[in-house]
C-alpha cells in the first residue's frame, strides 16, 4: 500500500531556532500534500496544502512567514517552522493526495512532535 | 466552508457491545466520507470510507451510513473489543475545495 514517510518523528529546539520538517511518498507520486498540527485531546487543524511546483495554499490563520512549505518534487514536501516559540509545540502530521497514480485516498505520514524550549 | 460536527465526544461501551458515532457535515458538495482511528500520539489510520453515491459500506465489525439529504454519517462498531479503545475522526471532502474537514473527535473506551 501507499506509504508516507515523515521526519523527524520527535524534534526538541530552542525558542528562536527553525525546525523542518519532511514528509515523502515512497511509492507514488503526491501532486498535493497536506499539513496539519494536531493540539493534545484536539482534532486534526490543516494548515496548509501544498501543491507540486506552486506555492502553498494556507488556512485562515496561519502565518505562511513562519509555516514554510515547499513541495518541490511529486514525491517530497517540507514544512519549516521558523523562529519557533513556545507555543508552536505541537504534533505535525502531513497527508498525501495519491490521486496522480488513482489509488482514491488519503495516506498519514507518521507525524512529528515538535516541542520548542 | 465546510463545518463537521461529531457526537458524542466521548462513549465507553462494554466489551461486546455496540458502538455508533455520528457525523453531520454543511457542505452539500462534499463527496468522500472516510473514517480514522488513532491511538494515542500515532498517525491517524483510515479504518472505512464512503462516497457519496453510496449509502452504506461494510467491512467486518465495522459498517458506515451516509444519509446526503439529511448531510450526516455514522460509524456503527459491532462486537467491539478492548483494541477498538482510541479517538476516532470523521472527515469530509470534496473535489472542489480539495482539502479534508475533520471532526472534533470522539474518545472510544471498550470496558473488559
Known amino acids: 500500500g501507499a506509504v508516507v514517510s515523515q521526519h523527524p518523528s520527535r524534534v526538541i529546539c530552542k525558542s528562536g531556532t527553525s525546525v523542518k520538517i519532511e514528509c515523502r511518498s515512497l511509492?507514488?507520486?503526491?501532486?498535493?500534500m497536506f499539513w496539519y498540527r494536531q493540539f493534545p485531546k484536539q482534532s486534526l487543524m490543516l494548515m496548509a496544502t501544498s501543491n507540486e511546483g506552486s506555492k502553498a495554499t494556507y488556512e485562515q490563520g496561519v502565518e505562511k512567514d513562519k509555516f514554510l512549505i515547499n513541495h518541490a518534487s511529486l514525491t517530497l514536501s517540507t514544512l519549516t517552522v521558523t523562529s519557533a516559540h513556545p507555543e508552536d509545540s505541537s504534533f505535525y502530521i502531513c497527508s498525501a493526495d495519491q490521486t496522480r497514480d488513482r489509488l482514491y485516498g488519503y495516506t498519514f505520514g507518521s507525524g512529528t512532535r515538535l516541542t520548542v524550549v | 466552508g465546510e463545518n463537521v460536527e461529531q457526537h458524542p465526544s466521548t462513549l465507553s461501551v462494554q466489551e461486546g457491545d455496540s458502538a455508533v458515532i455520528k457525523c453531520t457535515y454543511s457542505?452539500?458538495?462534499?463527496?468522500?466520507f472516510p473514517w480514522y482511528k488513532q491511538e494515542l500520539g500515532k498517525r491517524p489510520q483510515l479504518i472505512i470510507d464512503?462516497?457519496?453515491?453510496?449509502g452504506e459500506k461494510k467491512d467486518q465489525r465495522i459498517a458506515v451510513t451516509l444519509n446526503k439529504t439529511a448531510k450526516h454519517f455514522s460509524l456503527h462498531i459491532t462486537e467491539t473489543q478492548p483494541e477498538d479503545s482510541a479517538v476516532y475522526f470523521c472527515a469530509a471532502f470534496n473535489n472542489y475545495g480539495q482539502n479534508f474537514v475533520f471532526g472534533p473527535g470522539t474518545r472510544l473506551s471498550v470496558l473488559p
Open positions: 464512503i462516497r457519496s453515491n453510496v
Open positions: 457542505d452539500s458538495a462534499s463527496n468522500y
Open positions: 511509492d507514488f507520486q503526491a501532486t498535493t
